[in-house]
Each structure stands twice: as structure tokens, then as C-alpha cells.
């Protein structure tokens, strides 16, 4: 508890990753929030020509209807089994939102978690602020070795586990193997398991595994928090929902309905309209934005003291500060050259100073801006 405490004060004097992600948002080379911040191609722009007649056409009496259509378009593209008989589906107006209405249900059942670290800070604050008590969970355990994660697994008295894959900011992924180790450990343990897949759509073809077929026949109460902020550039309007095994459903259901009455059904029927998009046009086309600005940040780290070290897919990238400066020092000294970036040390909620070597940046942006930031990056951090 020392610790925590000691952490607890440090980040006291810290920005939340999200205030400094506002600040940030008017600026030309703003790379700071991970959402999906770019023009749109031929195909979604048509889309958003007919956002008019989509508010003409749908009516929250058909919300039922409207809600289905978007999940299974979800869960078609995202290559998961939609197990109705062991989840129920809330849709919420962010990510955050949910695990909100997850804390509340933590701190109500008095229940304490292993979370992941790094994550992104909002997630430790939000269970923080309900007392909930906390422990690491490293994220090098979701891709360890059976031998070594057994032996993590074994030193965890937490009620819950709570990971994110791929997750942000390092796009370390849950490996199958890992993921049913982990199931079958909160089986027998009777563990909550909590899993943050909102960045799902950016693992390559050849990582993705149906997960929801794996937990719904595991049986086990879990919780699955998804998005779509992170992938489609619709503007925050979005359809975020978390599933929820059916042991759970009723007093989240309780919970849930303290926070909101429904999501726009506007917003919902938009969002299953771009995940209905054509591949090439689709998802093919964001993976190919995010993967040439990536070509064009390296391009440009190149004789800088910046090194990525991440696993290569996401929409985010993790850099290394090999130069004797802070996290911190470098993003204000980016900052005065126009470049916003996030600082690497409230990634690491449990010691801030674990971050002090690394910043993010945000790739999905029109690749013309990214490539003016990109440039200006390498010119400012060349020893």
C-alpha cells in the first residue's frame, strides 16, 4: 500500500493522458490521442453524405433491430462468434463508460483486481477512484511462456483480472495459449476475468483467434469492453459496448441503468454502415493508412534519439528516449516545436518513473499531415 500511495502522489502532479490529449486537439501536428483522426476515402465519405437520410430512417422504436444489425456486423468483421446464449450486450456511448459501470460493480462486491501496466491511466484512475485494491499484472505475462505464466498466475490472491490486448500503448497481444491458461486458472480459481479489446481491429489477420467461442465455452464470468473510437474516423460518434457473461448480466444490467437510457440510434446505424464497408475499403484501408505512417515516423527516427520498441501494428507508437531527458522534458520540448505527443510515465500507474524513457504518438491521421509532424519529430530529436 506504501507503494501505491508513494505512486499515487506522483501522479498527483501530472496531467491526465486525456487533459493533455485535449490541449492538444486544436494543434496542427496533434499526435497525441489514439483516435482515429483522418479524411475519409471515397467510400466513407459516402457514407457521411447519407448521415441525413440515416437520421430520416431510423427510429429508437426499432432500436432492438438497429442494435442487433450493428452487433453482428461487429462481430462479422472482427471474426468472433456472437454467443447470445452466454453473453448479454450493452452498448455505451464510450469505453470509458463501461468500465465505469465495471468499477461500480468491483466496489460493490468488494472486489480487488490484477491490472494490466502499462495501460492507458484512465483505467487505473477509474478503479482507483473506487477503492478498488490493486496489483500488476505485467503485460510481458500475456505473451510469456506456459512455464512462466503458470507460475505468475499462482502468486495472484486478486478477485480479478483486468488486461487489455492488443494493448495501448505497446500492442503486446494475449496469445491464444496465454488467453486459455488464463481462462482456465480463473475457472478453477473462480477469478473474474476483464479483458479491454478496443483496439481488436489492428492485429494482423494471422493473431486474431475467436476469443468470445473460447470464454463462452470456458464458462467463466468475464467481461469484454470493445469500441469503434479508436478505428473509424466518425468524429466521437461511436458505438462502444461491453458483453457480459450471463451470471453477471442482471446486477450489471442494475448498474448500467443508472447511467444511460439508450445509445443514439443514429450513431449505431452509422457505425454498422462503415463496418459494412468492403474490406479494401474498410478495414484493409485503415490498416494501410496506419502502416504508412508508421514507414514514414521510422523513416524519419532514423539517426534520432528515438528507437521503437513495440510490436508494430497498432495505431499508436511506442518510442524508446535513448538521450538523457525525461519523457516529460521531451514532450514540452516538442511541444514549443509544434509536435504533441504523450509522455510514457502515466502508462505506468503503479511507478510513473517506469515511463520516463518513453513517449507515444498517434498514427491515425491523414498521412500528409503525418508526414509535415513526422519530419518536424526527426528535426527536433537529432542529437
Not at 492538444?24 to 476515402?41: C, F, K, P, Q, T
Not at 431510423?58 to 432492438?64: A, E, K
Not at 503486446?172 to 488467453?179: H, K, P, V
Not at 465455452?217 to 466521437?236: F, H, M, N, R, V
Request: glycine share 6%.
Amino acid at each position: 500500500m506504501a507503494d501505491e500511495a508513494c505512486a499515487g502522489s506522483n501522479r498527483s502532479r501530472m496531467k491526465k493522458l486525456t487533459e493533455e490529449e485535449v490541449l492538444a486537439l486544436s494543434e496542427e501536428y496533434n499526435l497525441a490521442d489514439g483516435h482515429a483522426y483522418r479524411g475519409w476515402n471515397n467510400a466513407e465519405a459516402a457514407i457521411i453524405e447519407a448521415v441525413g437520410d440515416t437520421f430520416r430512417r431510423v427510429d429508437r422504436r426499432d432500436r432492438g433491430k438497429i442494435e442487433a444489425d450493428y452487433l453482428d456486423s461487429f462481430f462479422t468483421l472482427a471474426r468472433q462468434t456472437r454467443r447470445a446464449d452466454r453473453f448479454e450486450f450493452f452498448l455505451c456511448f464510450t469505453a470509458s463508460t463501461a468500465i465505469e459501470v465495471v468499477a461500480n460493480y468491483l466496489r460493490i462486491n468488494r472486489l480487488s483486481v490484477a491490472l494490466i501496466e502499462p495501460c492507458f491511466d484512465n483505467l487505473y484512475d477509474i478503479l482507483a477512484r473506487h477503492d478498488v485494491p490493486l496489483r500488476v499484472f505485467p503485460e510481458s505475462m500475456m505473451e510469456a511462456e506456459a512455464e512462466v505464466l503458470a507460475g505468475f498466475l499462482q502468486s495472484i490472491s486478486s478477485d480479478a483480472i483486468f488486461l487489455v490486448s492488443p494493448n495501448n500503448p505497446t500492442g503486446t497481444r494475449l496469445f491464444r495459449e496465454n488467453l486459455a491458461r488464463i481462462v482456465d486458472f480463473c475457472r478453477t480459481r473462480q477469478k473474474l476475468l476483464i479483458l479491454d479489446a478496443t483496439f481488436r481491429f489492428y492485429l494482423p489477420d494471422s493473431d486474431v483467434y475467436d476469443q468470445y467461442q473460447l470464454l463462452g465455452d470456458a464458462d467463466i464470468d468475464c467481461i469484454l469492453i470493445e469500441d469503434t473510437g479508436k478505428t473509424w474516423p466518425t468524429l466521437e460518434l461511436k458505438a462502444p459496448f461491453f458483453a457480459v457473461s450471463s451470471r453477471l448480466a442482471g446486477p450489471i444490467a442494475r448498474i448500467y441503468a443508472d447511467f444511460l437510457l439508450h445509445v443514439s440510434p443514429v450513431a449505431v446505424a452509422l457505425m454498422t454502415d462503415f463496418l459494412r464497408l468492403p474490406r479494401e475499403h474498410g478495414l484493409g484501408h485503415i490498416r494501410d493508412v496506419i502502416g504508412a505512417n508508421r514507414r514514414i515516423l521510422y523513416g524519419d527516427l532514423r539517426g534520432t534519439f528515438l528507437q521503437p520498441v513495440e510490436a508494430g501494428y497498432m495505431s499508436v507508437a511506442w518510442l524508446k528516449i535513448l538521450a538523457p531527458m525525461s519523457a516529460r522534458e521531451l514532450k514540452d520540448e516538442l511541444a514549443r516545436g509544434s509536435v504533441h505527443v504523450l509522455a510514457g510515465n502515466q502508462f505506468f500507474w503503479s511507478v510513473p518513473e517506469r515511463g520516463d524513457s518513453f513517449i507515444r504518438i498517434a498514427l491515425s491521421r491523414d498521412t500528409s499531415m503525418f508526414r509535415r509532424a513526422s519530419r518536424r519529430l526527426g528535426e527536433l530529436c537529432r542529437p
